[in-house]
């Protein structure tokens, strides 16, 4: 009686994922006033800001339905990559962490926006006085994920070619 196990087993990434962002979140809000900026390094700073859009703030100056498209997107995406994860096996532990990271990161940004109306950014990188838009752990799981997708496809292919 084994059974075969899925990748829905990655999930706890998931949650990790989840929890570490609105945990920073929270201690951002916290201690923080809004756009209050702290020098850690001589290349990045913690400044708490708020993204009323998603990645780089991509349609922030819209009349908020946004806020509405975004969660629909969070949660149709989640349960895609959550329907793929029940489809793979346990066995394809890159694809699997990719999805599961993907689904963390968009989850906690979309609790955030219900909860808020608003995304908390905090992490700011720069040079000189060119900086990277501010970011979050949310964020950073969901580009993880979109890496580890991209190395898996190339991964396959080499195994494809090799055949």
Same mark, same amino acid.
């Given at each position: 009686?084994?059974?075969? &196990?899925? $990748? *829905?087993?990655?999930?706890? #990434?998931?949650?990790?994922?989840?929890?570490?962002? *609105?945990?920073?979140?929270?201690?951002?809000?916290? %201690?923080?006033?809004?756009?209050? @900026?702290?020098?850690?390094?001589?290349?990045?700073?913690?400044?708490?800001? %708020?993204?009323? $859009?998603?990645?780089? @703030?991509?349609?922030?100056? /819209? +009349? $908020?339905?946004?806020?509405?498209?975004?969660?629909?997107?969070?949660?149709?995406?989640?349960?895609?990559?959550?329907?793929?994860?029940?489809?793979?096996?346990?066995?394809? &532990?890159?694809?699997? @962490?990719?999805?599961?990271?993907? #689904?963390? =990161?968009?989850?906690?940004?979309?609790?955030? %926006? !219900?909860?808020? $109306?608003?995304? !908390? +950014?905090?992490?700011?990188?720069?040079?000189?006085?060119? /900086?990277?838009? !501010?970011?979050? !752990?949310?964020?950073?799981?969901?580009?993880? =994920?979109?890496? *580890?997708?991209?190395? +898996?496809?190339?991964? =396959?292919?080499?195994?494809? =070619?090799? &055949?």
């Amino acid at each position: 009686m084994t059974k075969n &196990k899925t $990748g *829905l087993s990655f999930l706890w #990434i998931s949650a990790v994922a989840f929890i570490l962002d *609105l945990l920073t979140k929270y201690i951002v809000v916290q %201690r923080f006033d809004l756009y209050e @900026s702290v020098n850690i390094l001589p290349v990045f700073n913690l400044t708490y800001v %708020r993204n009323y $859009g998603a990645a780089f @703030s991509f349609l922030a100056e /819209h +009349d $908020g339905w946004q806020k509405y498209f975004f969660i629909v997107l969070a949660i149709g995406i989640s349960l895609m990559l959550a329907y793929f994860m029940k489809k793979n096996s346990a066995e394809q &532990k890159l694809q699997n @962490s990719a999805y599961a990271l993907i #689904i963390g =990161g968009a989850l906690a940004n979309m609790v955030d %926006r !219900v909860y808020n $109306g608003f995304v !908390v +950014d905090f992490l700011d990188f720069y040079w000189d006085i060119y /900086h990277y838009p !501010v970011f979050n !752990v949310a964020d950073i799981a969901i580009c993880i =994920g979109a890496g *580890l997708l991209a190395l +898996d496809a190339f991964k =396959g292919d080499k195994k494809s =070619g090799q &055949k």
